[in-house]
């Protein structure tokens, strides 16, 4: 058997496949990032929950924050711990996930657009260059925790109209101050922050507008056009971000002529056709 896994920081998506290619189980458990969340091991804990009793040859294990060798070894040693019988482990970055469900053994520019956002370039086997995002603290443009930020900002700035606000109230249950102090408490800050990203689909059409084109405009300008003008290629989206506001995105892009390749909300199921041919 085959354990497929696209770990994001929101959430992991993980599906098990017979020697013959047939689908048997489908999870979805807590996000996964190495990088930016102290509690990452916990979530690989209850992932291997689903699947420790099972006797598993290969893991194909595809993650946010998979970026380092040795922190791609943690991981693979916490599912060994585990899932003992696996003869394959094989760890990488959510960025070729990306690359591997969207073209297979082909090639393309690839930009995941989710809890963060990052944007590379896929040779047909690997990434064979990148934009680093820099993160949530330098960058992320376009993102849910950029969405969730720039809504965020705003309410504590006493920035809506009436009706929004009672809205936005009703749905936050906190205070301006009492959302700061949680938002300082929270040990991982980005992924809270993204969490009130959804919040953008509760205000007037207007403010939603404006908030998703400063994103999306600010992740055009600075990650997809730059990678753009060196490859010719139209971008292929992943993530729920990018997925579910599409159209807004794609208008985005034609300010930079650019046209959009295909949106997907998530890379599982590309990986997985890929794997059971492989």
């Known amino acids: 058997m085959k354990l497929i ?44 929950k689903h699947y420790g009793h099972l006797r598993i040859e290969e893991i194909y294990f595809y993650g946010s924050g998979c970026i380092d060798p040795k922190i791609n070894r943690k991981v693979e040693h916490i599912l060994l711990a585990q899932v003992r019988e696996a003869g394959t482990i094989k760890v990488t970055d959510d960025l070729t996930g990306s690359g591997v469900s969207c073209f297979g053994r082909g090639q393309g520019l690839i930009v995941i657009v989710g809890t963060g956002s990052i944007i590379g370039y896929y040779d047909g086997t690997q990434l064979i260059d990148k934009l680093s995002s820099g993160g949530y603290l330098l960058g992320d443009e376009g993102s849910g925790f950029s969405i969730g930020q ?18 936005l109230q009703y749905e936050i249950k906190l205070s301006p101050n009492q959302f700061i102090d949680k938002l300082y408490e929270q040990n991982n800050k980005r992924k809270y922050l993204a969490s009130f990203a959804p919040l953008i689909n509760k205000i007037q059409s207007d403010t939603r507008n404006t908030i998703l084109n400063e994103a999306f405009g600010e992740m055009c300008k600075k990650m997809i056009s730059p990678m753009y003008k060196k490859y010719e290629v139209a971008p292929h989206f992943i993530g729920s971000i990018a997925f579910y506001f599409q159209d807004i995105l794609t208008k985005n892009l034609k300010k930079f002529n650019i046209l959009a390749g295909s949106f997907h909300q998530s890379a599982i199921d590309g990986l997985v056709e890929h794997h059971r041919h492989e």
């Open 5 to 48: 896994i696209e770990a994001g920081s929101s959430n992991t998506q993980s599906v098990l496949i017979s020697d013959q290619g047939d689908i048997l189980n489908r999870n979805v458990s807590s996000g996964i990032n190495p990088t930016t969340d102290p509690e990452f091991e916990n979530a690989i804990r209850e992932l291997n």
């Open 150 to 167: 720039k809504v965020m900002t705003r309410y504590i700035r006493n920035q809506y109209s009436t009706k929004e606000l009672n809205v």
